[in-house]
């Protein structure tokens, strides 16, 4: 199976990849037997960034948008990797421009947080822990149209699972919008993405993963992304003794 790869970089971060990627690419290809995949990279140099953060997420996601759609054109699974949850737009914004705005997108998120804060919920102020609330429509429009997403994400197409870390209107505001929310358990996410493949086309799977012993963090987000690659990735990262892979992406 050929995959169709899109590596994100942190800002401010050169433009090839960091270990943490070079580490997850390299598990989740062995683990799908994918062959010559397609890579295409995302940076913006410090010096073209701007200073406003809205622009520059609408910035990133716009040339996110333009990688997912270069795959997503040519029916390859893309696997977007790297990066932090702010890619969300970005992602789906790239399948309406390869597949068209009307295309019905479910989204299935594996997070501890649900990012679905907005200005009026928000503790922190943190842009991070928003894009799924971009994403369907409830702020920053700018964000998401920078984006390419022009098509708001329907909140009944949403499933989140886990999302035990909530600010309290977050959470409010999610029940009320009428997001699922399940743990992580088999037979209920196993059941919530089936009512979900009911009513859409595709599914884009989100997945982040993160590594807090000793401060290390690995976090990766894609579509398309077998159930198997993400336990090699945690055993991967959790070995004991360290995989080798793994102790380099610490060094």
């Not at 990688?67 to 949850?85: D, E, K, Q």
């Not at 920078?146 to 949403?158: F, Y």
Request: glycine share 10%.
């Amino acid at each position: 199976m050929r995959l169709h790869v899109v590596e994100l970089a942190q800002r401010g971060r050169p433009d090839h990849p960091s270990l943490e990627v070079e580490t997850l690419r390299q598990v989740i290809l062995e683990e799908t037997g994918s062959d010559q995949p397609e890579i295409r990279a995302v940076h913006i140099p410090l010096a073209e960034a701007p200073a406003d953060p809205i622009a520059f997420l609408a910035l990133q996601g716009g040339q996110i948008a333009e990688a997912v759609a270069s795959g997503a054109r040519t029916r390859l699974p893309v696997l977007v990797i790297g990066g932090n949850c702010t890619c969300l737009p970005g992602v789906l914004g790239g399948l309406q421009q390869a597949l068209g705005p009307t295309i019905r997108v479910g989204l299935v998120w594996f997070d501890a947080h649900g990012d679905f804060n907005t200005p009026q919920t928000t503790l922190s102020g943190m842009l991070g822990g928003m894009p799924v609330a971009v994403s369907a429509g409830l702020c920053y429009p700018e964000w998401r149209e920078g984006s390419q997403q022009l098509v708001p994400l329907p909140t009944d197409r949403i499933v989140m699972v886990d999302v035990r870390n909530l600010d309290p209107d977050e959470e409010r505001l999610i029940r009320w919008t009428g997001v699922a929310v399940v743990p992580i358990e088999r037979d209920q996410v196993a059941a919530a993405a089936s009512r979900l493949a009911e009513k859409v086309d595709l599914i884009y799977l989100h997945v982040d993963v993160q590594r807090d012993g000793d401060g290390d963090v690995f976090a990766y987000c894609g579509s398309h992304l077998p159930a198997r690659g993400c336990r090699r990735a945690r055993r991967c990262a959790g070995a004991d003794p360290p995989h080798p892979r793994a102790e380099r992406a610490r060094r």
